[in-house]
């Protein structure tokens, strides 16, 4: 056996832009255990419910992320919706789902771009942001931000939008489809992309049920697992199949994330289409009273907001369980047996959000 | 409307015997999650298996000792450094215990205190 050494990745390294460390015991170039540690950037954003009235802590649960910001205001109001018994106008739920699905566009080309950047693609890196722009440019048209949205209310939406620019929407996403294929085209086909991404950070299907791993990292090891099946929003009246790669590698996460992104411009289409008309709100008086455990699918996995009320303006507790925080396990499943060089690129394809995990 | 939850208490000692029941069942871990009711701290399992959650729930004080259930699932070792670097309550067992250090706090468990808008440091700047 080689003489082991314990190294140093993070919390400060080229791919990653939030700080995130791992030890990792080497023999050789061979990873052969990992430890991770995170809770250098821990906010304690939960514990403000006792300073903020639920409904101004919307304004806090959207600011946990700066990427998937608009999944966690929808999930913390349905989860607030539901304790109170809230039915919430059809047309807001439309709206809600077109959002997040934007927002899940938008990410996975953040992400797709910084993956590219990791394996010293520029161009491609380059590219994937240059369309993530049509995204950002149409969240910002419709909602006001890029960044964080701010639509999100108990008992609806603030904003709801034009017949004409829902049709000009349409447009753009035919658009950016026909271009989205030239890119996920390079990811999934070309062959020193293939040759970086196949076969490595391998996760079983077992290991990726049973250590938690939800979103893109489980489905790439053919666990189909997406709540969006569950119906909230208006996905209970749209058609929509989970994204399920089954190798388990790098590259199976990486198709998910290049696949998925068609799912969610179907989706959007759909919901267009769909769409009914009628108010965007609704009045809401008095407090929560009761608990319950609020689940969205956002960019990254699962995402969990659990609410507990007692009647009051306050809340006695929300906590958020972040996908990335789930998929640490697995990632530390993942890494050991790799090589030393592969690291990064194998840390990037669970999509760390060190944000939302240090919410 | 989404579907409702209920949430079973259970005594501490039957913490670990669940796990296992609901692994071999075939349901996977979503999330351990500490709650500070006025002295008593609640802290509930949440498991899943096609979309339904089973949640369970024990009730301690701060100096109790709990078992750990990373010897089920590997993967509890995040949830459960989490309420002892949070909350102070200790886990007995965990496979990989950060001792404290999995959360760099100024305030050594924040979130077993509450902060009054008095003693805020950053309310009275």
Redesign the interface.
Known sequence: MSKQITIPFGPQHPVLPEPLHLDLVLEDEKVVDVVPTIGYVHRGLEKLVEKREYTEYVYIAERICGICSFIHSQTYVQGIEQIMGLEVPERAQFLRTIWGEYSRLHSHLLWLGCFADSMGFESLFMNSWRLREHILDDLEATTGGRVIQGVCKVGGVRKDIAPEKLDEMLKGLKGLEHELHDLTNVFLHDSSVKNRLRGIGKLSSEDAYYLGAVGPTARGSGIAIDIRETGYGAFGKINFKPVVEHDGDCYARCAVRANEMFGSIDIIEQCIKKIPDGPVDMKVTGAPDGEYFSRAEQPRGEVIHYIKGNGKKNLVRHRVRTPTFTNIPPLVTLLKGCELADVPVIVLTIDPCIGCAER | ??EP?T?VPISVGEVVPKAEQA?KDGY????I?????EDNFEI?Y?YDKD?K?I?FRITVKQDDEIPSISGV???A??YENEIH?LYGIHVAGIN?D?KG?????TVKH??SV??T?EDDACQNR
Request: with cysteine.
């Open positions: 409307m989404m939850q949430i692994k996977r871990l979503v999330q999650g500490c709650t500070k009711i509930i949440v979309y959650l949640n699932y590997w993967g070792f995040v670097d990989i950060f250090t999995f959360y760099k706090t924040p979130f509450t902060i808008k």
